[in-house]
């Protein structure tokens, strides 16, 4: 498991109206930040406290040792806080982990967070104009973050549109060209006649032409045989009238 599966968890978990989630939230600002909290919830309720919960996240067993080892650092910000959390993934912790008496434990699985330590009640101190820059650069920071990722998924819908559009206009072409490349291969099947790049198409077009003219003298005029008793017709009358012209010059 990553850090990120436990934060996007903890999403989940503290949502708005009635928590405020924060990451990576310093003691102060500047030179006075000497220790970062991995997240901060607040509750938004003044019937609940406004309690504010901190919350460091672990997913190693290396890094939740050097944590148990020196727990004193956690104090920068945690004097400032109702509660105190180690998120891990299920399993980290163990029963010989010393887990400071009033630190709690939330477990991680499937992306839900369960407490299987409940964290005791700690005397928070009043927080200080230093502590309240901190949270409220983090609170920007996430407005920015939010704002970039509306912008990656408006590009994302926007790449996604014109990759469909791109894949019908594709598929359409393939399909006219196949239908083409069919109607060719059954013109050549047809007529004997293939077409490449060599091929003289005005001669071709000449010779479909003269086809579909001899096509229509023989559906307008009942077919050849009638076409032939025509021109036996024309030369037997050409053949009578040239002998009279012969007479009348005599």
Known sequence: MKASDICAALRERYQQPEWSLFFEVGSGTGGNCRRHADALAMNMYPSRGLSIVGMEIK???GDLKRELVNPDKAEEIARYCDEWYLVVPKGLVREDDM???PWGVMECEDGKLRITKKAERLPAQPVT???MA?????AGRVDAE????????AYREQRESYERRLKDEVERRTKSFEELKQQLADFEKATGKSINRYTDVEILAENIKLAENIEILYRRYGGLQTIR???EDFLQKTSEIVPLKEAGQQ
């Not at 901190?134 to 983090?138: E, I, P, S």
Request: charged residues 25%.
């Open 129 to 131: 104009k230093e502590f």
């Open 134 to 138: 901190a949270v409220v650069r983090c």
């Open 229 to 231: 008793g025509m021109m």
């Open 146 to 153: 939010t704002l970039q990722n509306a912008r990656n998924e």
């Open 99 to 101: 887990i400071p008496t």
């Open 59 to 61: 997913v190693s067993r």
